[in-house]
Structures are given as structure tokens and as C-alpha cells.
């Protein structure tokens, strides 16, 4: 199923869905004037449901409002943060609140950080993800937790969607700028967005290949990053040579 073309940025809509498994973009872009935006989705397989990425404390109220036209809150089995940063998991107390069953996955090395969300009884409340990726076990196949590590996060994680054959990609991808679509249309445009934040928050070329290496094989319909805009399958290929020749981070520190 190709990724819809036309989305409003500010309002949610189904990516992809079967008799089975929903993909839904929660319309986070824009939500909150002065932040950084965040692109939040929400994954439904088998009646169970995965909320990648719910963003900061100011993203809840709606989000909670459009979970719940797909879904209820009591078929929430994760909530998933590909890092650390409170823009991703600022609203982990809340979201604990009205999906106490929910289990937060988050990379190992951050799990040691939940209790100062208010996150008592870690083994009860957290799937730490191993730093060498793991399934996620919503739904009857799962998706799969890649390691991102150092982009930017030394802990960080994208997750695939064997179904959909999205890849939910967290900081990678992320586009910051003044513009106004949410779908990649036009790519020359689009990497003026690109470079500076890759530039800035990526450790080196050496960690991105490292990425690469791992998902460029797979089958892909769209990158959906944590910031910016969806990139659909006909851009995929230009992307990772984008990122293959970034220099980046500790590549640019002369000595």
C-alpha cells in the first residue's frame, strides 16, 4: 500500500491498513507554536496497539482524543521512544496514567532513567531493548527494534513495521525549516531541510553507514522520521545516498 500523497500536517490519518494491522499518523506537525514538532503514530496489530514516539506533555491531551478513534486506550500494549530526549518521552507519567498495562519501550541504557517519570516497578513497566535491536511483540509478528546508535542518541533505536514495510526512524531523517507539507515531494528542496540538523547531530559518517548497513536492504515504503516529513518509497534511494556522504558531527572537528 503506497503512502497517501496529500496529508495535512495537522490532522491524523491511516497510512496503512488491512483486514489485520493499522498504521496511523497521529497529526502531531505544528501542535504546539514555539516547540520542536514531533510526528507521533500509533501501529495496530491483532488488536493490539504500539504508540511510536508520543512526544512532550503538551502533545497528550489530543493525542489521547485520536488514539482513541482507532483504538482504546486498554488495547495499548507499548508505548515505544526510539531515545531519551523529553520531546519523545516528556509525557511518559500520563501516558502511564491511563494505560497503566502499557509497557514502555525504550533503549536499555535509559531504562535506569524511568523512575525520574514517576516509573516504579521496572520489571513490571519496561521492555528494555538490548543494544543489539529486538522484536517488540505487538501483534502476531512484531516489529523490529534496529540499532541507530550515536544518531543521535549513543542509545537510540528505529523500528520496522514488517507489514507496512515503514520504518519509523526517530532522528534520522529529521528535517527542520519553514515548510509546510508533510509528505516529501520534491527532493532537491526537501535536503535544504536535511543537512543542517544531520550536520549538527549526527556523530560521523562512520555511525551512519553503520546504519545503513543494517536497513538499507530491507523492503521499504516509507521512512517516517520523528521531526519534518514522510519520506515515501520513491525517495528512499536518494536519502540513503544523502547519508552515505554526510560528513557529520566528529567529522568535522579539525585538529
Not at 506537525?29 to 504500539?50: F, P
Not at 517519570?117 to 513497566?125: A, S
Request: glycine share 8%; proline share 7%.
Amino acid at each position: 500500500m503506497a503512502l497517501p500523497k496529500k496529508l495535512k500536517p495537522n490532522a491524523d490519518a491511516v497510512l496503512y491498513s488491512d483486514s489485520r494491522h493499522t498504521v496511523v499518523y497521529l497529526g502531531t506537525k505544528g501542535a504546539q507554536e514555539g516547540s520542536v514538532d514531533v510526528l507521533s503514530y500509533l501501529v495496530i496489530s491483532d488488536g493490539e496497539g504500539l504508540i511510536v514516539d508520543p512526544g512532550g506533555y503538551h502533545l497528550f491531551p489530543q493525542l489521547v482524543q485520536k488514539v482513541c478513534k482507532y483504538t482504546s486506550l486498554e488495547s495499548i500494549k507499548f508505548l515505544y521512544f526510539c531515545h531519551q530526549d523529553p520531546d519523545v518521552c516528556g509525557s511518559i507519567p500520563m501516558w502511564k496514567e491511563v494505560c497503566p498495562q502499557a509497557k514502555i519501550a525504550i533503549g536499555e541504557l535509559w531504562v535506569r532513567f524511568l523512575p525520574h517519570f514517576g516509573v516504579e516497578d521496572i520489571e513490571k513497566n519496561a521492555f528494555p531493548i538490548p543494544s543489539e535491536g529486538a522484536t517488540i511483540p505487538v501483534g502476531k509478528i512484531g516489529v523490529k527494534a534496529i540499532p541507530a546508535h550515536y544518531l543521535h542518541s549513543p542509545n537510540h533505536f528505529t523500528l520496522y513495521d514488517p507489514i507496512s514495510r515503514f520504518l519509523f526512524s526517530g532522528d534520522i531523517g529529521i528535517a527542520l525549516g519553514n515548510f509546510n507539507y508533510l509528505v516529501v515531494e520534491d527532493w532537491i528542496k526537501h535536503m535544504e531541510f536535511l543537512y543542517g540538523p544531520h550536520k549538527l547531530l549526527m556523530a560521523n559518517n562512520k555511525a551512519v553507514r553503520a546504519w545503513l548497513k543494517r536497513v538499507e536492504k530491507l523492503e521499504l515504503e516509507a521512512i517516517l522520521p520523528q521531526h519534518g516529513a514522510l519520506i515515501p518509497k520513491e525517495h528512499v534511494k536518494n536519502f540513503f545516498k544523502f547519508l552515505e556522504n554526510l560528513k557529520c558531527g566528529t567529522d568535522l572537528i579539525s585538529l
